[in-house]
Nanobody, 119 residues
């Protein structure tokens, strides 16, 4: 069974940095896309970025482009979200999700980790 566990959330002042981790287990051999999403109170869930675990191809939402970086450590089956120059509007619960490269929908989700940015 696939499990995703996020960690690294917390509180930080605007302009600061945080690094989130997503540890995956139970994935079978294949090409997977890891995605990061976030949900702020009163807002819809928002796509933050994604990485192809095999090719390192990444993509980002415009709102985080140039500030957030996604990377991975395949040996540890872990994906990271480095968040720099944080803004108050980045405050949200951040979720890691994964899907096979052949499917458009993310079928597995982590429990989420809270990120709070104070101005």
């Amino acid at each position: 069974q696939v499990q995703l566990v996020e960690s690294g959330g917390g509180s930080v002042q605007a302009g600061g940095s945080l690094r989130l981790s997503c540890a995956a287990s139970g994935l079978r051999f294949g090409v997977y896309i890891f995605g990061w999403f976030r949900k702020a109170p009163g807002k819809e869930r928002e796509f933050v970025g994604s990485i192809n675990r095999s090719t390192d191809t990444v993509g980002y939402a415009d709102s985080v482009m140039g500030r957030f970086t996604i990377s991975r450590d395949n040996a540890k089956s872990t994906v990271f979200l480095q968040m720099n120059s944080l803004k108050s509007e980045d405050t949200a619960v951040y979720y890691c999700a994964v899907r096979p490269n052949t499917r458009p929908d993310y079928g597995y989700w982590g429990q989420g980790t809270q990120v709070t940015v104070s101005s």
